[in-house]
């Protein structure tokens, strides 16, 4: 993946505060910020992947959304890549960006876009991992450091092994090997030093309304407005292009 500019330079002057008015329906008021501003201020071709989220929804209202940007530095280049999640009452859409750099020059760029569609009924667990700082000095008051969300549908399973031992430092008689079994679909890593401490909040509204739509419980009422439908266009025209999967 190549090496993009800063997440506050708009790809195209005047252009993509444009698109995020035609995407102002997906907007939550319970997190801090609708979908269409999370996806501006994450900077990653935001008009891109806000019409592929879009063409993903199939015309469902969004209950609850949220973006995580990653970004690692290798050697000499910077690497991002986008995961998008939508919740409807319905569906959990989940949308991944990346993109790749076809010379060394970085004028010729592809972006590789995969979106999913699992029905919330399938939604076997989610589990929340969090990290505290100074546990010993807790108080209510403090801020979540780290927060991992971890979601399984299909049983998919990760399976971390590793050598085993008797306890004995000076024993080398082979033990065979042991590991931990777990099961997950899709894991983000939320910092609150990395992505600040709205982002994680906005994980913690997420999830908890992940859990309400699946076990039927209250879930929270979805922020919209009436817009009139827009007309498909460019490579989106059709959804031959598309990774839409539907399980």
């Not at 780290?146 to 306890?167: F, H, K, N, V």
């Not at 879930?219 to 399980?247: D, E, I, N």
Request: aromatic share 4%; proline share 6%.
């Amino acid at each position: 993946m190549s090496s993009q500019p800063p997440a506050s330079a708009p790809e195209t002057p005047g252009n993509d505060n444009q698109a995020v008015r035609h995407h102002s329906s997906h907007s939550h008021g319970a997190q801090g910020q609708s979908l269409d501003d999370a996806l501006q201020k994450a900077g990653f071709y935001p008009r891109l992947v806000a019409d592929v989220v879009d063409d993903a929804l199939d015309g469902r209202d969004c209950v609850a959304h949220l973006v995580h940007l990653e970004t690692h530095f290798d050697r000499a280049e910077v690497r991002r890549h986008i995961t998008v999640l939508v919740l409807t009452s319905d569906m959990l859409v989940i949308t991944h960006v990346d993109d790749q750099q076809l010379d060394d020059a970085g004028e010729q760029i592809v972006a590789q876009i995969s979106t999913e569609s699992v029905p919330v009924a399938q939604i076997r667990s989610v589990v929340l991992s969090y990290m505290y700082s100074q546990p010993q000095n807790y108080k209510p008051s403090d801020p979540v450091r780290e927060l991992t969300l971890s979601i399984a549908w299909s049983g998919g399973q990760r399976l971390d092994m590793g050598p085993a031992s008797c306890g004995d430092p000076q024993c080398e008689a082979d033990h065979g090997y042991t590991g931990t079994i777990a099961q997950e679909d899709i894991v983000l890593r939320i910092s609150a030093e990395a992505d600040g401490l709205q982002a994680v909040q906005d994980a913690k509204l997420f999830a908890r309304a992940l859990r309400a739509v699946n076990t039927g419980s209250s879930a929270p009422v979805p922020h919209v407005q009436s817009l009139p439908p827009r007309p498909r266009a460019g490579v989106f025209g059709t959804r031959l292009s598309r990774g839409h999967q539907q399980r």
